[in-house]
């Protein structure tokens, strides 16, 4: 496991695009799980700012590791934040794009993203497998949209869970814990003030970290990065 930290948001969204350049660059197909909320959002600009051109798009599936149940025209959707950031500047083929249908009703889109998981990525012991899973953290330790109050749901034996979200009730779609940790890599993405307590519960293995399903991902592969910046960082790089 890797941590990189960098000076701010800017600067992870640069150190990120190019890693991710550096990873699709002569890949014959790459399939990767996007996640949502806000950091994306300056993160996915500069990557179709400054790469629009210079990756191959063609090649690149987008999935999503979570979204909510949310018609894709709602200021709540993860597609939609992903289009209008990304997904809108770069010329990528629609049968490329996978989206959760979130105006679907929840269990049933569950099952249906489920199988198409399954008929879409390679699989090996069962488990279809991600090329990269891109994964965002809460600063209640949540990961993907598994939370520590339905954290039973990370180890679901299914591919995608109904969860709901602690506060609000939003219903949200989510991959499990065996589909995060089967990718052959995942990076966090995590940045601001607002996570650098449960960054350091879980880097220093405090009491209770394992309440946090993002303490839980722990890729087979072993190639797990975190991209931080110095504000989500705060409280372990002065430790070290
Ligand atoms: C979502 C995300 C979620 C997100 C974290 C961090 O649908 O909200 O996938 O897991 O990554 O909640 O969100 P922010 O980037 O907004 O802090």
Same mark, same amino acid.
């Given at each position: 496991? @890797?941590? /990189?930290?960098?000076?701010?948001? #800017? ?17 014959? $197909?790459? #399939?990767?799980?996007? $996640?949502?909320?806000?950091?994306? %959002? ?14 191959? +798009? *063609?090649?690149?599936?987008?999935? +999503?590791?979570?979204?909510?149940? !949310? ?5 709540? &959707? ?9 997904? $809108? ?6 049968? #490329? ?5 979130? @105006? #679907?009703?929840? /269990?049933? @889109?569950? %099952? ?41 749901? +990370? $180890?679901?034996?299914? *591919? ?12 949200? !779609? &989510? ?8 990718? @052959?890599? !995942? ?6 003030? =607002?996570?650098?307590? %449960? !960054? ?20 087979? *592969?072993?190639?797990?990065? +975190? ?12 430790? =070290?």
């Amino acid at each position: 496991m @890797e941590i /990189r930290i960098l000076e701010d948001k #800017n600067a992870v969204a640069k150190a990120f695009a190019s890693h991710f350049a550096n990873i699709v660059r002569d890949q014959l $197909s790459f #399939n990767v799980a996007l $996640s949502g909320g806000s950091t994306p %959002k300056v993160i996915f600009d500069l990557l179709a700012d400054k790469y629009a051109d210079t990756i191959d +798009w *063609s090649m690149i599936h987008f999935y +999503w590791g979570d979204e909510r149940c !949310v018609p894709p025209t709602d200021d709540q &959707s993860n597609y939609k934040m992903t289009k209008v950031h990304l997904l $809108s500047k770069i010329d990528i083929p629609k049968d #490329n794009i996978h989206r959760v249908l979130g @105006e #679907n009703t929840p /269990r049933e @889109e569950a %099952k249906r993203y489920s199988d198409l998981l399954r008929t879409h990525l390679r699989q090996e012991d069962g488990i279809p497998r991600f090329d990269l899973v891109i994964l965002g953290m809460g600063d209640d330790g949540h990961t993907a949209s598994i939370f520590p109050h339905e954290i039973d749901l +990370w $180890s679901d034996a299914k *591919s995608c869970v109904v969860a709901t979200h602690p506060e609000s009730g939003q219903k949200r !779609v &989510s991959i499990t814990g065996n589909i995060i940790n089967a990718a @052959e890599e !995942v990076i966090f993405l995590v940045t601001g003030d =607002n996570k650098a307590e %449960k !960054v350091k519960d879980i880097h220093t293995k405090a009491e209770g970290y394992k309440q946090y399903p993002a303490s839980l991902v722990n890729p087979e *592969s072993g190639q797990l990065t +975190w991209f931080l910046d110095k504000a989500a960082a705060s409280q372990i790089y002065k430790i =070290n």
